[in-house]
């Protein structure tokens, strides 16, 4: 305890601790001129899920390929929140894209293009990324699909 | 320096504390961002499990969170044995954390919190990061619950600075 603390125990002043618990994971932090991004989940302005369930068995591979861009879209959303306008993004670094499979679904990479079609039509060359597209056993909430994202800033 | 003295060093037996028989280094620091190694719910001297099993099906949803909250002591402990002090980080980036569940559990995402939670408990604003949550079904070290690997920007004054590897890189 430093002398302040001390001091202020002597006066009797109590500070209020801050809980800080549910506030660790945050959408996108900054590294110098790189924004990391969390993974973004096909859901709604309202943070509810639009689609749910695995691909290959709930969910086919059309359906995801449309969840993978509502991925992106909300993705295109907190980049510009905290970029303020997507001109300022240089060019996308690497992307990791999370299928929930069930247990015979393998095509993920065509899946995965629903999100990369979307950032190569918005900024062309500069949306392409490296990208690791993978199954995983399940998500959050059993949604089908996340992508999270590494990407430059120009300053 | 050569491999071999990675193993002998003026006829001594080198002493290697963390790990001991990987043949990975938990830390790696490229121009200020540092990347530390996937670690689970391990005691980090015998690297003994200290929680074994899927979430949702051996181990509650309570118990996974308290493994995550061991990776995070852990991952935390790797750090400050290269840097000498947590005060090295200037802020956390980003953490991948794996979830081993089980058969229809669905909240991954609720055992991460324990990470994150620890996290900011002891580093407070520093610790936040993002997040990418992932359910597995098969994991290391006898089948433990959580692993989280971690991104984080290093301090300016921490910069090359830390424990060097024994072939001198960082």
Redesign the interface.
Known sequence: MGATEKRMEQLGIRLQQ?D??????????F??DIL????HFPVDEMGRPVYVGRVGAEIDEETAYKAARLCGLNMLRTIQAYVGSLDRVDYFVKT?C?V?SAGDFYNMPPVMNGFSDLMVEVFGHRGQHARAAMG???????MPV?V?AIIKVRR | MSTIHTIREDGQETVQRFPKYKPLIPIREAD??VYVSGHGPENINTYEPLYQGRVGAELTLEEGYAAAAECAKTLLRAVQERYGSLDCIH??????ALVN?GVD?????KV??G???T???IL?ER???????????NMPNHNIPVEVEM?F?LSDAYRNKGERNKDGTI
């Open positions: 801050t800080w618990r549910g506030k660790g994971a945050v959408e996108a932090v590294a110098g990391y991004l969390s993974a990791l999370l929930n995983a056993y399940v998500l959050e909430g059993n996340c999270d | 200020g961002v802020h956390m980036v980003r953490a991948l569940c559990f669905a909240e991954p995402e991460a919190d990470f994150s939670d996290c900011m408990q407070q610790g936040q990061h993002v997040r990418t949550v992932m359910g597995t079904r991104i920007v």
